[in-house]
């Protein structure tokens, strides 16, 4: 296990990609908002909006000082808003009760809104670290291969995965810091889902599925539709209300939507949803609080 903990961490020392919440000195609020938008959302399409934020609220209390509709705004279309109203609310909650410093420990962070097991224990590694037990999609993949022997992890995260990586990390404090960000970029860069690049992993003649032939994957993976979709109706009409000032009528989007003229308009037009499925999209941005609707219309949250 020695000997695997320093070939990937001396591999990560020489092949990790430079991204600007990795640099040294960077604050705990500039790894959080990074982990906020990293779930579910490519690098190459956070970069720019994480720029963008860190250059309008570079504090938690920058942001807590304006309405959760202008960070759901800055969010544009990295995908699943309730991200940004979910970060609004850490930000507040960091201000009042942190005094504007987001907080060390795993557990301070795993009490803040939007913050889960992963989160937490990421921000307080990266940010802080702390050699917390960090277990994402990249390093259940390197895990399942290099000790597990199986093509991919289960689809579902399991508790004996958790066990696995808390038996793997290394008992030295900084070594099991970079243990994490390592396997984790190990995962996103040589051991990926589809096209594994196993010549270049640093770790190839230890590995379990090598050994046993690279077996194939024991289920066939889904991929997440879009097309067609409720989030794909439910993108179309947040779009509308990030460009729009002020409020919209309901029937601005349950009505025969061929009579709207407004250019901001023509994404959910293009979509061609029934009556019934733009009523389930709308009612679900209420719900999860990125829509708020008054007497006189609908807009986004104050």
Sequence with gaps: MQ????????????????LPWREPHVSG???LVSEFMLQQTPVVRVL??????????????????????????????LGYPRRAVRLHAAAVEITTEYNGEVPTSEQQLLALPGVGDYTAAAVACFAFG???????????????????????????????????????????????????????????????????????????EHC???????????????????????????????????????LLAPSAFLSDLATQQEPIFIGLQSLDSPLEQRERALAG???????????DGIRLPS
């Design 3 to 18: 000997q695997i903990h320093h070939l990937i961490n001396q591999w990560y020392q020489t092949n990790a990609r430079q």
């Design 29 to 31: 609020w500039a790894v």
């Design 48 to 77: 720019p909006v994480w720029t963008e934020w860190m250059e309008r609220w570079p504090r938690p209390q920058d942001l807590a000082a304006e309405p959760v509709s202008e960070a759901i705004k800055a969010w544009g279309r």
């Design 130 to 204: 702390q050699p917390t037990v960090v277990v994402d999609t990249n390093i259940r993949r390197v895990h399942a291969r290099l000790f597990g022997g199986a093509a991919l992890p289960e689809p579902n995260p399991r508790a004996s995965e958790f066990v696995r990586a808390r038996q793997v990390q290394p008992e030295d404090l900084a070594t099991a810091v970079t243990w994490n960000i390592s396997v984790m970029e190990l995962g996103a860069l040589v051991c990926t889902a589809r096209s594994p690049k196993c010549e270049q992993c640093p770790v190839f």
């Design 208 to 246: 379990a599925w090598i050994a046993a032939g690279q077996p194939p994957p024991h289920y066939k993976p889904k991929g997440q539709a879009w097309q067609g979709t409720d989030r794909q109706v439910r993108g179309a009409m947040m779009a509308i209300l990030r460009d729009t000032d002020g």
């Design 285 to 295: 941005l209420l719900a999860d609080g990125l829509a708020t609707e008054e007497s």
